[in-house]
């Protein structure tokens, strides 16, 4: 049973940084695509970043060269580097891990971009 585990959101001041994880377990994050979405009240969830088992990554435009997507095998776990901060970044982040034709899901870490 594959189950990911978010953690690392809260509340960071404009300009500020976090550092998102997500624990993967019952995967290997190795060899599979994995990625953050994220969702903010009132809007679809859309795509951040994601990277693949080769290590190409993509990063929606507006995070370009503020957030960057890493992979620890070692630890099993996928990080999402977060920098510059802005309120439009708040949103519920999600990480995702597609395998065999599924895509698997975390609950979500909250992250509040505020004064």
């Known amino acids: 049973q594959v189950q990911l585990v978010e953690s690392g959101g809260g509340l960071v001041q404009p300009g500020g940084s976090l550092r998102l994880s997500c624990a993967a377990s019952?995967?290997?994050?190795?060899?599979?695509?994995v990625g953050w979405y994220r969702q903010a009240p009132g809007k679809q969830r859309e795509l951040v970043s994601s990277?693949?088992?080769?290590?190409?990554?993509v990063h929606v435009p507006s995070v370009k060269d503020r957030f960057t997507i890493s992979k620890n095998n070692a630890e099993n776990t996928v990080y999402l580097h977060m920098n510059a901060l802005k309120q439009d970044d708040a949103a519920v982040y999600f990480c995702?891990?597609?395998?065999?034709?599924?895509?698997?899901w975390g609950q979500g870490t909250q992250v509040t971009v505020s004064q």
């Open positions: 019952g995967a290997n994050v190795t060899d599979k695509t």
């Open positions: 990277i693949t088992r080769t290590g190409t990554t």
């Open positions: 995702f891990l597609d395998w065999a034709l599924r895509r698997y």
